[in-house]
């Protein structure tokens, strides 16, 4: 993942196994605990501690572990643009509430 300039932030990562199914959570260490509203998209989204806090990692080594995930939800700029990278997501999936990107993805 390039760095290009920008501050680094570790990324969190929260994986947890329900039905079968590997749910990632992972946000930006900078976007935890942010509440993002926007009236214009009529968009609420809390970036919650209790979802989101997992294992505290670099973004390359959160990205290898969001890989795993047959549901992913992924919050902050770092994180964002590596999954973009390793292809887990379209950029067209990404929502930016108040410039923060927001993206979901599942794997069937």
Known sequence: MENRGKERVKTYVKKQVVNGEVIIA????NVLGLHLVDENIKANF???P???KGEL???EEAVKILATATIGNIVGEQIVQAALEMGLIHPEAVLRIKGIPIALFTRI
């Open 26 to 29: 992972a946000c930006d260490e």
């Open 50 to 52: 209790y979802f989101y």
């Open 46 to 48: 809390y970036v919650d």
């Open 57 to 59: 990692l670099d973004p």
